[in-house]
């Protein structure tokens, strides 16, 4: 079998805090958070900016911890403003067999105004003979 492309990590409703035009490309994103979602320095990403609809890959670049940062640069901060809402998704390709055989699993970090995560959620395939079972699960929740 070939190879699948499905979602590993994603960034749900994050606030724009910056952006700058003349950094040479990619995504600055609280190092924290990438490594909550499951999301790789260098890693391709998907940005779906909720506030109007623009939609752009690019790359991860890992900013302060702890900072809440969110800053699309070069070309991508063109498509968004201070305060704007994203989506932010980091795929992989998997191998339809190996993914029968061990499974999948996302997760999706859920945020307040402040780009505070308030939720994880898990999203999990696995194997039922010879079919695949979606389930999904808070892991966590804060307010």
């Known amino acids: 079998?070939?190879?699948?492309?499905?979602?590993?990590?994603?960034?749900?409703?994050?606030?724009v805090t910056k952006s700058d035009i003349h950094y040479i490309g990619?995504?600055?994103?609280?190092?924290?958070?990438l490594n909550k979602a499951n999301i790789i320095p260098l890693q391709e990403i998907e940005v779906v900016n909720i506030s109007n609809g623009n939609r752009?890959?690019?790359?991860?670049?890992?900013?302060?911890?702890?900072?809440?940062?969110?800053?699309?640069?070069?070309?991508?901060?063109?498509?968004?403003?201070?305060?704007d809402i994203l989506i932010i998704f980091s795929y992989s390709y998997i191998n339809q067999d190996e993914l029968m055989n061990n499974g999948h699993k996302a997760r999706t970090l859920v945020f307040d105004d402040n780009n505070v995560c308030i939720s994880v959620i898990e999203q999990n395939l696995s194997d039922n003979n010879g079919r695949l079972i979606y389930e999904c699960n808070e892991v966590s929740h804060s307010k």
């Open 1 to 15: 079998m070939g190879l699948i492309k499905l979602m590993t990590g994603k960034l749900h409703r994050v606030r």
């Open 26 to 33: 990619s995504i600055t994103i609280d190092s924290e958070l």
């Open 56 to 83: 752009w890959s690019t790359y991860a670049l890992p900013g302060n911890p702890s900072s809440g940062e969110i800053c699309p640069n070069g070309g991508g901060a063109l498509l968004c403003s201070q305060g």
